[in-house]
């Protein structure tokens, strides 16, 4: 029996058997490292954004910590400005203080000498006084007048000074 239409079913399974082998051989040499390549890249890939994701990550964490940290330290230093403050207003009064106590002294001080200088010149001013009551009465008692002693000893009692004239 012929073979109808020219089929060699020989023919056919060669080259079927010619495919599978070709077909085969591309896979293991063109498709399967093509494919691991891809995989292996896209695996790379997604390892990069897994990274990147997690440097974002701890980068946030690390904006965060140093954002604490800073407002940590600007309440800190508003503490220790607050406190700077304190001591230089403590200071102020405690030196306030100390210049209210020395005037305080100096005037003291002042009145005292003030009272000493005007109890000197009290003082001067009696021994003066005296000099003058001692020469007046002298002259008088040299005149010998007594019109002018009497007149003398009225004008002391009234508080005037009068030289007997002479």
Known sequence: MGVPLNIDWQQILLHL????????????????????????????????????AKKISDADELRDSYQKQLEDVRAEIEKERNEARRENEAEAKKQIEEARKQAEKIIAEARAEAERDSE??????????????AAATERLMIKNDDKAIDMFL?????GQQHEPEG
């Open 120 to 133: 000197k010149a009290l003082h001067d001013s009696q021994e003066a006084m005296k000099e003058l009551v």
């Open 154 to 158: 009225d004008s002391v009692e009234r």
């Open 17 to 52: 058997m010619n495919f599978a082998i070709l077909a085969g051989g591309l896979y293991f040499l063109l498709y399967k490292p093509v494919k691991d390549f891809m995989d292996k890249r896209a695996a790379h890939y997604k390892e990069m954004e897994e990274e990147a």
